[in-house]
């Protein structure tokens, strides 16, 4: 079970951090991930981790601006987003899959198993 948390309303140029926070099972052999969709759009893949090896993944557009990190001890996923735009307003969703570190598969939501409930950003101009 994925439990995101974190979005609000701020100013472009603010940050937020949103957290998903896995329980019901043990995702060390998982990828994380978080995906996007915003209003009349197609989900979009945002970021990834490989939950043992730490290695991320990015979309072009928000690489610099956005980190994704997990807490092992706390079994959470965060997204921490700095310098947001506009462009980044959209419903934020965390999941879970057993898949390669390949790129085509971390960057298709088919290939994730688990999904959490959805955190809505917004940003105003």
């Known amino acids: 079970q994925l439990q995101a948390s974190g979005g609000g309303l701020v100013q472009a140029g603010a940050s937020l951090r949103l957290s998903c926070a896995a329980s019901?099972?043990?995702?060390?052999?998982?990828?994380m991930g978080w995906f996007r969709q915003a209003p009349g759009k197609e989900r979009e893949f945002v970021a990834a981790i490989v939950w043992s090896s730490g290695n991320t993944y990015y979309l072009d557009s928000v690489k610099g601006r956005f980190t994704i990190s997990r807490d092992n001890a706390k079994n959470t996923v965060y997204l921490q987003m700095n310098s947001l735009k506009p462009e980044d307003t959209a419903v934020y969703y965390c999941?879970?899959?057993?898949?390669?570190?390949?790129?085509?598969?971390?960057?298709?939501?088919?290939?994730?198993?688990?999904w959490g409930q959805g955190t809505l950003v917004t940003v105003s101009s």
């Open positions: 999941t879970a899959g057993l898949l390669g570190a390949v790129v085509p598969q971390i960057r298709d939501g088919r290939n994730y198993v688990y």
């Open positions: 019901g099972r043990t995702f060390s052999s998982y990828i």
